[in-house]
């Protein structure tokens, strides 16, 4: 069965940091390019960061920029959104999706349907 297992999330102090986790079980995530997305309470679902199947390309929307940082483990078959100076507006359910068609080249990766997707798991930023 393909499946994608987010982890990490969970309750920060603004201006914290927290690493998510995307681990692939069923398929290798160095064929496939990885994207994290959010859901924040009562928003629509919006792209946050993607990366290449090889690691060597990398995306981010401006909102997370110089905040996020994605990376990829092969070998521990893991992706990674190391997340830093958190916002209490980065409050969301982040989700992470893969896909073999679409390239982690511009914004409009976000724009494209993914083939998997997790289930998600929640950060909440708060005093």
């Known amino acids: 069965q393909l499946q994608l297992v987010e982890s990490g999330g969970g309750l920060v102090q603004p201006g914290g940091s927290l690493r998510l986790s995307c681990a692939a079980s069923g398929f290798t995530l160095d064929q496939v390019n990885i994207g994290w997305f959010r859901q924040a309470p009562g928003k629509e679902r919006e792209g946050v960061s993607c990366i290449s199947s090889s690691g060597g390309r990398t995306n981010y929307r401006d909102p997370v920029k110089g905040r996020f940082t994605i990376s990829r483990d092969n070998a521990k078959n893991t992706v990674y959104l190391t997340m830093d100076k958190l916002k209490p507006e980065d409050t969301a359910v982040y989700y992470c999706?893969?896909?073999?068609?679409?390239?982690?080249?511009?914004?409009?990766?976000?724009?494209?349907?993914?083939?998997?997707w997790g289930k998600g798991t929640l950060v909440t930023v708060s005093t």
């Open positions: 999706a893969a896909t073999k068609w679409v390239a982690c080249v511009a914004s409009s990766f976000y724009d494209y349907g993914m083939d998997y």
